[in-house]
Structure formats: structure tokens, C-alpha cells
């Protein structure tokens, strides 16, 4: 079994643009969607592949957080910070809410990581109490492409020692994850989050979930 980490292990659903976007205008900076969006790409973008690898979750974050901050030209600098905290505060207690799950599918299934991420995946996964639970750990900064190219997935695959047909991947991306495991030849579960609208899924018959443990009635 493969999974999606951001929106999918630490979120039920909700990707890190639409959780941090919440944040901030929660914390007063409410801007338009079509100002914000380019924000958080740009400082996303300028992450990748430029974080040590040992970089912490919360580093990563605080970042992240700061470099969403300063392409909006906030004139507070401590929303960032309250952001970043609030960010990571959620972040944490859906990993602990999914890891007595991912133990147990961890007894029956031989798990993995895929994620397009900044080259520190191990360690965040390190630092949120889950990096045990998985044989792979797939960065798509480490290794060079990003999901949804068939290549990230089998490099999983390959280093589970497990095919495309006998397995699963998880995720909450329709265009990234789902399309990418499609193109691969894995099944794949949708995990649309409980707040989403109905929406088509990838492939007749696909699974979706609104909420990652729902895997236990489906998978355990």
C-alpha cells in the first residue's frame, strides 16, 4: 500500500494550499483567491529541493508559512508565525489519530510513501512519529520527478518489491496521485475529504473516502 503524506496522512482530505489559506485568513489576512494561490505556489516552489535534508516538520512550515507571508506584502509579520503554529497543531494530531490505523494495516500490507515534497520527506516523517511504519519513503525532490509521472510510483514499487497489480495507493489528489496510480496500473482510493463537493472519480468503480479510516473497513 502506497500513500499520499500532504492532505492525506496528516489531513483528512485537505491539501497544505487550502489548509494554510484558511489559516491565514483566519488570522486576518483575507485575500482574494486569485492572489492568494500564486503566493503560496511561489513560495512553494522556491522550497523544493532547497531545504537540507534534516530540515524538521516545523522548520519546513515556518518556512513555508514565512514565504506565503512575504509574496502578500503582509504588514504583520506574526501571522505567519501564528499560522505556521495552528498549521502544524492540526497537522499533528491527524498523524496521531492515523497511526494506530497505519500500524495495523502496516501487520497486513508492506506500506510506502509517495509525495511531491522539498527533499526532507524522511525527516518530517521522522519528526511526526511515523517513519518506522514504512519501507519507502519516495521524495520527489530526491529522486528527480513528481507525481503524477508513472516513474515515482514504480520507484516505490520497485523498492518494495511489490507490482502494480497487487497494489494500492491512497491519496487525496485527483490530478497527482489518482491519474498517477492509474498510469501505473495500481488501484487507487480517493480520499476526498468530508468537506468536498461530490465530485467524478478518476475511474468507474473507484473508491473514495472521506476520511482515512475508512481503510479499516475496506482494507482490515
Not at 489559506?21 to 522550497?47: K, M, Q, S, T
Request: net charge neutral; glycine share 8%; hydrophobic share 45%.
Amino acid at each position: 500500500m502506497l500513500f499520499d503524506f500532504g492532505g492525506t496522512l496528516d489531513a483528512d482530505g485537505l491539501p497544505w494550499k487550502e489548509r494554510m489559506g484558511r489559516l491565514f485568513r483566519d488570522e486576518g489576512a483575507v485575500v482574494a483567491r486569485d492572489r492568494f494561490d500564486p503566493a503560496y505556489y511561489a513560495a512553494d516552489d522556491a522550497l523544493v529541493g532547497a531545504l537540507p535534508a534534516t530540515t524538521s516538520f516545523r522548520a519546513t512550515v515556518e518556512r513555508l508559512a514565512a514565504g506565503v507571508a512575504a509574496a502578500l506584502e503582509l504588514s504583520d509579520p506574526a501571522i505567519a508565525d501564528r499560522v505556521a503554529r495552528r498549521f502544524l497543531s492540526d497537522a499533528r494530531h491527524a498523524l496521531d489519530a492515523n497511526t494506530p490505523l497505519l500500524r495495523e494495516l502496516g501487520r497486513r500490507y508492506r506500506l510506502g510513501i509517495v509525495s511531491n515534497f522539498y527533499g526532507n520527506l524522511a525527516q518530517v516523517c521522522d519528526d511526526a512519529g511515523i517513519r518506522s511504519l514504512f519501507g519507502v519513503l519516495v521524495d520527489s525532490a530526491e529522486v528527480g520527478c513528481t507525481k503524477p509521472a508513472p516513474r515515482i510510483f514504480q520507484l516505490a514499487l520497485d523498492a518494495l518489491g511489490a507490482s502494480a497489480a497487487t497494489a494500492t495507493f491512497v491519496g487525496d489528489s485527483l490530478p497527482r496521485d489518482m491519474a498517477g496510480a492509474r498510469g501505473v496500473g495500481m488501484r487507487h482510493i480517493w480520499l476526498v475529504g468530508a468537506e468536498s463537493p461530490p465530485a467524478k472519480p478518476c475511474c468507474r468503480d473507484d473508491r473514495q473516502i472521506r476520511s482515512l479510516r475508512e481503510l479499516e473497513t475496506i482494507l482490515l
